[in-house]
């Protein structure tokens, strides 16, 4: 027994990835199903059972949000609030720039099934794995797409046990971390679409981004309703990562 190989797993999930292949991948928020090419996605879509207005999330770092979201100062400095000083997971929805070698490289019909009209989400602070493997791929020019690893509706896993079959069988490597960071929070990551202000869903950190807007920025989001009245989290449709 030892630590994890956050470096050797990182590659190892790259190559697999860049091979065609599809990665069940532990992040902080929970376990994510991870691909590049439209042929590993749509696999992951089946298995999912998801619905047709579902859309991928990109998995990235801050680095790779900087350059391929297009947000004004105001909007720059939220981000980077919440990411940067307090250090907390955080999916941006916002404007993006189309001509961006990551983006520019997914396929016209998984660019559609990730994007919202004029905007992509894209999970930042995910974690350190997420983190390592995004790295070598932005190098690349490799984008990195999916959602949670769990057939749609059931919740985001936090433990590898409790992945579903279908699931597991849809993908070629499975990284087993154990239980996730913020598995307390029972969702996954919290949403915010940066382009309208819209908390696209209620996840992880919640509490604190909110309290995070409304003391440096005067913005208040709506409130948490609970897991029992809203247990996705999800205030909008065309939702990600669930």
């Known amino acids: 027994m030892s630590r994890y190989d956050i470096p050797g797993d990182a590659r190892k999930i790259y190559e ?8 069940i991948m532990p992040g902080d928020i929970g376990y994510g199903a991870m691909a590049s090419s439209s042929g590993a ?13 579902k859309r991928h999330a990109m998995a990235g770092n801050y680095e790779l949000h900087r350059e391929v979201h297009q947000l004004g100062s105001r909007e720059r400095d939220m981000v980077d609030a919440v990411v940067l000083d307090a250090g907390l997971p955080l999916t941006v929805v916002a ?20 994007t919202v009209g004029s905007t992509l989400a894209m999970l930042v602070n995910g974690g350190a794995l997420q983190d390592a493997v995004v790295r070598i791929a932005h ?14 509706g059931t919740g985001t896993k ?8 279908p699931i597991l069988d849809a993908v070629d490597m499975v990284v087993d ?12 990551s919290t949403l915010i ?3 309208t202000m819209e908390v696209v869903r209620i996840g992880s950190c919640y509490e604190l981004i909110s309290d995070i807007f409304a003391n440096q920025f005067g913005v208040t989001l709506p ?3 609970g897991r029992e009245a809203l247990p996705s989290g999800h205030l909008r449709e065309q939702a990600v990562n669930s």
Not at 95 to 101: C, E, K, L, R, V
Not at 158 to 165: H, K, L, N
Not at 177 to 188: A, N, V
């Open 193 to 195: 679409d940066f382009s």
């Open 139 to 152: 190098g690349d020019g490799v984008p990195l797409l999916g959602s949670s690893a769990n057939l749609t």
């Open 158 to 165: 936090f433990r590898v046990q409790d992945i579903q079959q």
């Open 16 to 23: 697999t990835v860049v091979a065609g292949g599809a990665v």
């Open 95 to 114: 404007p993006y720039d189309a001509s961006h070698p990551v983006v520019a490289a997914i396929e016209s019909d998984t660019l559609k099934a990730s």
């Open 41 to 53: 996605l749509l696999r992951l879509f089946q298995a999912k059972q998801r619905a047709p207005h």
């Open 223 to 225: 409130a948490d309703p």
């Open 177 to 188: 971390y154990g239980l996730r960071k913020y598995h307390h929070y029972r969702r996954s």
